[in-house]
């Protein structure tokens, strides 16, 4: 019995080793697939959610790629159209100035018919473009379409809104050489809508001529459309990616496949029922987004398929446009990666079976040399399966790259933002030391876009950056914040010193230019800086708070920089609550208007008033313009103020001028912003129209400022407002950027003199000099001068010897109400 428990024994111990290690090589095989199987699937479902929001990204840098593109060819339309006609009358006009040179001894007849002969034949722009020739009396020398008109007057011939066309065109080109011309007529196609046409002429004097031409605007910009479309179908990316266009009204205007171009498809539904076309319009009407809908049919399989379009609309065209990826794409490739690193497991996975069990086999031989043995076996397969989850991790660590930087610049994002300040902030806690960060903006860097081009800006921008990295020393940061904005970070500063020298050290790199695509380019910066602790701990309000002084920086002097304060701080809550209570000023009527004199030197008598806002506020008490202008101005309420004060002032100056035997003139403000909105001429004529007011008894008073900003913008406006018979004033003269440019190439009627020079006038003889000079200059190009802020009767008698014409000032008045100004001034003007 003894020896068969022996026996037992034997075999206990020769298998239970066995036994125990092949458990422990099976549990420990087991466990190691497992958790190399849940990685495996956890890196995989990652992988999934950052490709698709990779390729998401992909499509809608896409799109804003074609919208920026469509943006910048709308903006050149009507510089394109005017460049091209005029060029056109050049040529036709040196053709004609030929043809006289060499036949200038022959009577006006046969040279006129040489000249028309020559000119008649000459179609351009797809057949829409001719020349006409017209005597500057009206009558008709040469029309290619109607050639029943020539011989005959068009003196009196208007377009549909009145304006006589012949006989405007032909004295404006006669008195200036040459010159553009705006009007209105239906189309031929189209009889009930008006279209504007600008023309452009050239005087040929031999005869009192003039040679011209004319287009559509409409035209023009459906040639920019046909062109764009052209190049938004040849738009390719990847296996599947392709830009598409469809209006609003549902029509294929661009399309990877062809033949639904032209087609529509407004009811269009996908596979599933869902109006994919209407949600694509839908979306693009209300600005932009993701759609996830059906496609009508993927390019690499010619089959529906699912898809994630972005998609964004221009809202004057009433187009979307869109691109996007398609589901089965992704799914595609994600099973690729996915059958990789399951195979590489699954062959892993054999290996460590087969190998388990013959390592079991040679354990009963030797045990301690095959627990060895496994246990090297074992770190070689888990190298394998380590070098698999390191490649999915690689992916991951590259996918998690691009999402947390920007692909320009190379430098991190805004995803990155809170990180960074937030272990700058516990550095410079742990140490007992500041931080600091600094909010940057390019200046003028939409200018430098614009000039340049985009890819010249893109340039600028990597060189700007590349540079900074140059100012960072370890443990400091920097984030493109978005556009031409960056944020660095500077902790553990011993103290604002330190901020300061950071400060010097970006702005150094703009000291020197930027040399771009062989083009010199000249930069600067303004910089908004918020300190840890002083200015708070929560990176959200730092950069809040540098974004505020920031914005302070920039509009007391680009190329600056501005440390926050309580100052600054006390300000913005002022200016808030200043915001705030002018939002209900007009609902209140707490805004009024008042009426400063304008007195004629010579006569003493009133020539007009000049209109000035006023608030008293319920809740603030009187409050200065000078105080909240400016917030109207940033907010947008100067719009609805302006328009407030344009119609109080025409209301009152109406009903005060019906009771005098001369009416008095009535000089209005303008701000900017007011000058840039949308169809400002049209509603100021539709204003005005309401008012018993003759449009040449208003003066608009803009300053140089809006000048300065966009010359090339605001001229065509300036000479609307003068077309339509208001005069022009430009305010506060001197005291910017003046230039002699503006007086030659802008309709300006009057320059008023700023009130600090007027106020020195007799204790500075360097105002005094720049009266006299800016008076001088008046008189040369024929402008009415006004001299503001006069105060005594001895600056009155200096600017009388200067000849200045009308002043006004607290001498005369102050600002008085209608019904003050109604007593003091009706019996002068009646007398």
């Not at 086999?361 to 090297?376: C, D, E, F, N, T």
């Not at 009416?663 to 000058?675: C, F, G, H, T, W």
Request: with cysteine; proline share 3%; hydrophobic share 35%.
């Amino acid at each position: 019995m003894k020896i068969i428990s022996d026996q037992k024994l034997i075999r206990l111990i020769k298998v239970a080793p066995v036994l125990v290690v092949g458990i422990f090589i099976v549990l420990l095989s087991t466990i190691t697939i497992y958790n190399n199987h849940t990685k495996a699937k956890s890196d995989i479902t990652s992988l999934r959610d950052n490709f698709m929001d990779l390729q998401k990204a992909v499509a809608k840098s896409q799109v804003n790629q074609v919208f920026q593109d469509i943006q910048f060819e709308k903006s050149q339309t009507k510089s394109t159209l005017k460049n091209d006609i005029k060029q056109r009358v050049h040529e036709a006009y040196a053709i004609a100035k030929n043809i006289y040179q060499q036949n200038k001894d022959k009577p006006e007849a046969e040279v006129t018919q040489l000249i028309t002969d020559s000119l008649r034949r000459i179609s351009f722009n797809g057949g829409r473009g001719y020349f006409f020739i017209y005597k500057t009396n009206g009558i008709n020398v040469m029309h290619p379409l109607l050639p029943q008109m020539e011989g005959t007057s068009k003196w009196d011939l208007k377009d549909i809104r009145g304006r006589y066309i012949v006989r405007e065109m032909g004295e404006l080109v006669k008195t200036n050489g040459e010159s553009f011309y705006h009007w209105w007529f239906v189309k031929p196609q189209n009889k009930n809508d008006e279209f504007e046409k600008i023309g452009f002429g050239k005087y040929f004097a031999p005869y009192d001529w003039f040679i011209g031409t004319g287009e559509y605007l409409i035209d023009v910009e459906n040639d920019i459309k046909s062109r764009l479309l052209k190049r938004i179908s040849n738009i390719r990316y990847g296996d599947n990616g392709y830009v598409f266009v469809i209006d609003y009204q549902g029509n294929y205007l661009s399309h990877f496949k062809k033949s639904l171009v032209g087609t529509n498809n407004l009811d269009g539904r996908g596979a599933n029922g869902f109006p994919f076309v209407r949600k694509i319009i839908q979306t693009a009407q209300q600005g932009g987004d993701y759609v996830q809908y059906i496609g009508s049919v993927m390019p690499t399989t010619g089959q529906p398929a699912k898809k994630i379009s972005y998609v964004k609309g221009i809202t004057d065209w009433n187009w979307a446009i869109g691109t996007g990826v398609y589901i089965k794409e992704v799914e595609n490739y994600l099973l690729k990666r996915e059958a990789i690193v399951r195979g590489q497991n699954k062959d892993e996975l054999q290996k460590i079976l087969l190998l388990s069990f013959l390592a079991t086999l040679i354990l009963i031989v030797v045990l301690v040399y095959l627990s060895r043995s496994i246990s090297k076996r074992f770190e070689r397969f888990q190298q394998h399966i380590s070098s698999n989850i390191d490649e999915l991790q690689r992916t991951k660590d590259q996918l998690h790259h691009v999402a947390h930087h920007d692909a320009l610049t190379q430098l991190p994002n805004r995803l990155l933002l809170k990180e960074r300040i937030t272990q700058g902030i516990e550095r410079s806690k742990h140490s007992g030391t500041q931080f600091a960060l600094m909010f940057v903006d390019l200046d003028d860097f939409k200018k430098i876009n614009d000039l340049y081009g985009h890819s010249t800006g893109d340039e600028l921008l990597q060189a700007v950056s590349h540079e900074f990295e140059h100012v960072l020393q370890a443990g400091d940061s920097i984030i493109r914040f978005g556009g031409d904005e960056f944020i660095f970070c500077f902790p553990e500063l011993q103290d604002l010193r330190a901020a300061e020298k950071k400060v010097e050290r970006i702005q150094s790199i703009f000291r020197n230019s930027f040399s771009i695509a062989g083009k010199v380019i000249h930069s600067s910066c303004s910089i908004g800086v918020t300190m840890y602790p002083d200015d708070g701990d929560d990176p959200e309000k730092l950069i809040s708070k540098s974004d505020i002084v920031l914005y302070k920086s920039k509009a007391r002097q680009k190329g600056g920089f501005l440390f926050f304060n309580t100052q600054i701080n006390q300000q913005v809550h002022k200016d808030l609550q200043v915001e705030s209570a002018l939002r209900l000023a007009l609902k209140n009527n707490e805004i009024s208007v008042v009426y400063q004199p304008q007195i004629l030197i010579q006569s003493g008598k009133i020539h007009g008033v000049e209109a000035l806002v006023r608030w008293n506020s319920e809740q603030l008490g009187q409050i200065s313009p000078v105080d909240f202008i400016g917030i109207a101005e940033d907010t947008g309420l100067i719009h609805e103020i302006g328009m407030f004060v344009l119609e109080q002032s025409l209301a009152d100056i109406s009903y005060f001028n019906t009771s005098q035997e001369h009416p008095i003139a009535l000089s209005v403000n303008l701000s900017p912003r007011q000058l840039n909105a949308p169809q400002f001429v049209e509603n100021l004529v539709t204003t005005v129209s309401q008012h018993d007011l003759d449009n040449q008894l208003i003066t608009l008073e803009i300053t140089e400022s809006l000048l300065i900003e966009d010359l090339t913008y605001a001229s065509p406006i300036l000479q609307q407002l003068r077309d339509h018979g208001f005069n022009l004033s430009l305010d506060d003269f001197g005291t910017g950027y003046s230039s002699l440019s503006y007086l030659s190439n802008l309709p300006i009627n009057e320059i008023k003199i700023d009130r600090s020079f007027v106020d020195k006038l007799l204790t500075s003889s360097e105002s005094d000099n720049l009266v006299r000079a800016i008076i001088a200059i008046g008189e040369s190009y024929r402008l009415t001068m006004v001299a503001e802020g006069v105060e005594t009767a001895e600056q009155l008698a200096q600017l009388s010897n200067y000849h200045c014409h009308i002043a006004q000032g607290y001498y005369f008045d102050r600002p008085l109400s209608l019904t003050d100004l109604s007593h003091k001034y009706s019996a002068k003007i009646s007398s």
